[in-house]
Each structure stands twice: as C-alpha cells, then as structure tokens.
C-alpha cells in the first residue's frame, strides 16, 4: 500500500492503522492511530460526549431539523452541497412546501422544479434530485429507501449524502465527510497534507468511522458538521471555545493556521459575451440551454460570444449568421459582470428588433418566441432575470 506521509516524514496512515496494538503493561489495548496520533479509548469517549453535550446546547434551529424524516433531510443535503445555510433555508421551505413527499417532487414538472430551485446554483443537483424522485416512486412504490446500497445507486448521491441522510433521519451507524467535518477532521490528527488525495480520503473516512457512538450517530455527524462550521473555521477558529480543543493535534502544535493544505488558486478565465433581448412585437426571443450545456434546463436570452466587447459593430452579422434573423440591435443599455466556476463573464447587455428572417430549423427545438407577459413564469438563470428585469423597468 502507497503510504504518504507528514510534514516531519512520518507516516500519514491508513486503514491498515485502524487496529488495537499489542498489549503491552500500561497500553490500552482499545487505542487507535492515525497519523501517528494515538487515542486512547478513553479519548474518544471523551470526544464523543462533549460534541454531543456542546450539539446539544448550540445546534442552529434549522427548518430540516425540526422534522428529520428521510425525504426532508434527502431535499436539505442537496441544497447544502457548496451552498451556505443561510442560503438555503429559504429555498428549502418553499421547495418542501410545494413538494412535501417524494411522490409530489416526482409527479412535478421539471420546469417547476428548476424554477424553485433558480438561483441556487449548481442546477444538476435539482435535476437529479427530480429524476431520483422519480426512480423511489417506480422501484419503491414512493418510501424512501433504508439502506445504503439503495440509496447510493440513486442520481446525485454519494457516500456523503447517503451516510448522512440515513444517519440523520434512522440514526444509522454510518460516517460522514464534508467540507466542515474534513477541515476538523484535518486540525484534530494534525495533517498538513492535501485532503484531496486519495491517501488521505482514505484515511478521513476511516477515522470518521472510528469516532461513531453507537447511539445518536446522526446526532454525531451533525455535531461534528456544526462545529467544523461554527467554531473550527477556515480562518481565525475559536480554539479557547471549541469542545474539542483537548484533542487537537494542530492547536497544540500552533499549526492550525496550516490545516488544511489550500488547493492551488486557479487563475480565472475573461469571457467577453452579447446578450440580446430580441423583440418580436410583443414576444422576445429566448433559448433553453440543453444537457452538457452550462444552465441545462434554464432559460436564457441569446448570447454571442466575441473576442472583445469592443466589436459591437459585428453584433447583427453574428445574430443572421447564427439564427437566420436580421436585427436592428440598439446601443449597449447597460453592462453586467459575474463568475461562474473559473470563468469571470462581462456581459454587454443589448435589446434588438426583428426586421425580417424565420428562425433556424434545428434551433426550434430549444429556441423560442416568449409572450413577454409569460417569461417572468419561466425557470431562468439568475443573470437572465437580472437583464429581464432591468429591460422591463425601462
């Protein structure tokens, strides 16, 4: 087994680590190492009873905790991966007050689940929560699945989400790991290594397992998860208010500022684009992005991708080549910028006429004309609405 190591050159660990040494006078037999951290039984113990005790004086009163059912923490999983809570709390009442059982998100139009989801981010994640609604209602007859194979043989769940809904909601004995809980993970056994590898993965997992009571495992994962969000933090953690503090490798070590290894920075990538907002009487025109498109399910307004915001001259020969229309394109009206994963977009925002010319044959399947009363109703990217709603208001 490739074995990577510490910063000192010592062995990072393994599953191979998760045994009882040799008893020796004065050994407990029951200790665990990982990453050349020994905990003694007595530890852990210690360290399950004050996540718990500190869970159970300061857990946030969170919509999806006041009824765990495995649907309504399912819904909540979703929306929190790369999300902010505070995000999503909103958007997971309305979804669960429009969709409260599996079998109404299955039943559900997929447009009316995007546009509840619009302005969420990471859109995937709602058109597979939709297909995996439907799959619960055509292989289990609409129950929530009870085990771990069954749930992770599902669209959209992975180790994390699997353990975590069935944790949470029937107290299954199954770890987890996510952004909070490897950084705490990380800071207690003192590895200055990057968490993203898989060595380390592997090691994580192990270590989170170890750490299971083996009553209120779900009460566990989300104390740990809590703690990693509230007070060991990316920057600056409160270490003289964490529970877990007598445990720590890294702030015994004064190495906490260390922990985890960040990624590289990834440099960002400009992208000059139109958009236009092409009228048609009282109709605009506007384009559904499909599948391995960016916005797959959305809607948006036509853009056109040009080297330099500059060659706004250029636009209307651009639009007839693309989509057989001849425009009357007006002067910019106004200018939006915004980031989407790597790429930093600055958006030239234009409105244009039809003058004369019929849509493309093969862009009738996702382009459109739109009664401008009707486009508010659509599930639109945040952008699109943005630029919609500044067009209206003029």
């Not at 009873?49 to 999983?77: A, G, I, T």
């Not at 999503?88 to 559900?108: G, H, K, N, Q």
């Not at 853009?303 to 706004?312: E, G, S, Y």
């Amino acid at each position: 087994m490739i074995r990577s190591t510490t910063a000192a050159g010592e062995p990072l660990g393994s599953v191979a680590d998760l045994r009882s040494p040799r008893r020796k006078s004065g050994t407990d037999p029951l200790s665990l190492r990982f990453s050349n951290r020994l905990f003694a039984s007595s530890q852990i113990a210690r360290l399950r009873r004050q996540s718990l005790r500190w869970f159970d004086c300061h857990q946030r009163d969170l919509p999806w905790r006041k009824n765990r059912s495995p649907y309504r923490v399912w819904v909540s999983e979703i929306m929190l991966q790369q999300t902010q809570v505070a995000t999503v709390i909103p958007y997971f009442s309305r979804f669960v007050a429009r969709f409260p059982t599996v079998d109404s998100l299955a039943a559900a139009d997929e447009e009316a689940v995007m546009r509840l989801w619009e302005g969420l981010g990471y859109y995937r994640r709602a058109r597979k929560l939709h297909q995996a609604a439907k799959l619960i209602q055509q292989q289990h007859r609409g129950r929530c699945p009870e085990t771990f194979e069954e749930w992770i043989a599902l669209p959209g769940i992975g180790r994390y989400t699997a353990g975590a809904i069935l944790s949470i909601s029937k107290d299954q004995r199954l770890p987890i790991l996510e952004a909070n809980t490897v950084r705490l993970h990380c800071r207690l056994l003192g590895i200055t290594n990057d968490p993203r590898s898989a060595v380390t993965q592997e090691l994580l997992w192990t270590f989170a397992k170890s750490l299971l009571p083996r009553d209120r495992a779900g009460d566990f994962n989300q104390a740990l998860m809590e703690i990693g969000s509230q007070v060991c933090v990316p920057k600056n953690p409160d270490c003289v208010a964490c529970p877990l503090r007598s445990t720590c490798t890294a702030a015994d070590q004064g190495i906490v500022h260390l922990i985890p290894r960040k990624a590289p920075r990834v440099v960002p990538t400009h992208v000059f684009q139109f958009a236009v907002v092409i009228q048609r009487g009282d109709e605009w025109l506007m384009r559904k992005c499909g599948p391995g498109q960016r916005w797959d399910g959305l809607w948006d307004v036509p853009r056109f991708d040009l080297a330099k915001i500059q060659d706004v001259r250029d636009l209307p020969r651009i639009i007839q080549d693309q989509t057989g229309l001849r425009v009357a394109v007006s002067p910019r009206r106004f200018t939006l910028r915004h980031s989407v994963t790597r790429y930093k977009i600055e958006l030239s925002c234009h409105d244009a006429t039809r003058v004369r010319g019929r849509l493309r044959k093969q862009l009738k399947d996702q382009w459109a004309w739109i009664p401008c009363c009707s486009i508010a109703d659509l599930p639109l990217n945040i952008t699109a609405r943005r630029i919609i709603q500044r067009l209206m208001q003029t």
